[in-house]
């Protein structure tokens, strides 16, 4: 072999790139120099913004469908994303439906196909956490938001101790770890006589282990945390995935 064709085969073999398996769905995935791909599932959080705080996102499929299963990711910080320029795109077969009513619009990826704007998300947000994809412009402006389904995720119960951040969410502190549990319709079980009285200002409605058995509105809840300085001991349980409040109970024996 010449020199000329050995340099000729060693330009191609630098040239050729090295096959890689491409992950199935990163948590953040950047596309372009100025473009992000982040999963998780959303909140809203004014006009035209929400909060997100980015997960692991696995494909999955299951009964013949593809979804994904979010898992936390330690250290992610939760982001405010504007979208009020941004496409949005719905699993269900009408943007204004709550559900799917049991027919799903998806591409291959598993992310809706029904095109929808800005005020069908907020609706869509107003009803919920919703998993979804964004594509960001920037640090935070979405242009673009896709639906997609989520797998079922496990919820935690835990005694701990919570404080009001604002009206939708709480800071929950454990073992000397606090994380922020948003909520939009959350059973709030009181031990007072009435819903509306101040926290523990009484206790006829106590079972044996000091839990709160008298059921009462998320508007209550929000309520009794927020004349509270510090935080103050209950049960709460929640889906670690969304990070989302389902139960909080009110704990006979705070001082």
């Known amino acids: ?16 790139p090295t096959a890689q398996a491409a992950p199935a769905a990163p948590a953040a995935t950047t596309t372009a120099a100025t473009t992000t791909a982040v999963y998780g599932f ?8 929400l909060r997100i705080t980015p997960a692991k996102a696995t494909r999955v499929k299951q009964y013949g469908v593809v979804r994904y299963r979010l898992t936390p990711i330690p ?6 994303i504007g979208y009020a320029n941004a496409a949005f795109q719905r699993i269900t077969a009408a943007c204004d439906l709550k559900e799917t009513e049991g027919v799903v619009r998806l591409d291959s990826a598993g992310l809706g196909t029904t095109k929808c704007g800005p005020a069908d998300l907020d609706f869509v947000l107003g009803l919920g956490p919703t998993p979804v994809k964004i594509t960001l412009s920037g640090a935070s402006a979405a242009t673009r938001v896709q639906e997609f389904l989520a797998a079922p995720t496990r919820t935690t119960a835990a005694y701990g101790t919570i404080k009001r951040a604002d009206d939708d969410t709480i800071l929950f502190t454990r ?9 939009t319709h959350v059973t709030f079980n009181r031990v007072t006589r009435r819903c509306a009285d101040p926290w523990l200002a009484n206790h006829p409605n106590a079972d044996r282990d000091g839990l709160g058995t008298k059921p009462c509105a998320t508007a209550y809840l929000t309520r009794a945390l927020k004349p509270q300085r ?7 349980d929640y889906t670690p995935a969304s990070n989302q409040l389902n139960e909080v109970w009110e704990v006979f024996g705070d001082a």
């Open 42 to 49: 959303a909140w809203q959080d004014g006009p035209r913004a």
């Open 75 to 80: 250290g992610a910080r939760e982001r405010r």
């Open 1 to 16: 072999m010449t020199a000329l064709s050995t340099l000729a085969t060693l330009a191609v073999c630098a040239a050729a």
């Open 175 to 183: 073992a000397g770890r606090t994380i922020r549990l948003h909520h």
């Open 230 to 236: 510090y935080p103050v001991l209950a049960k709460v």
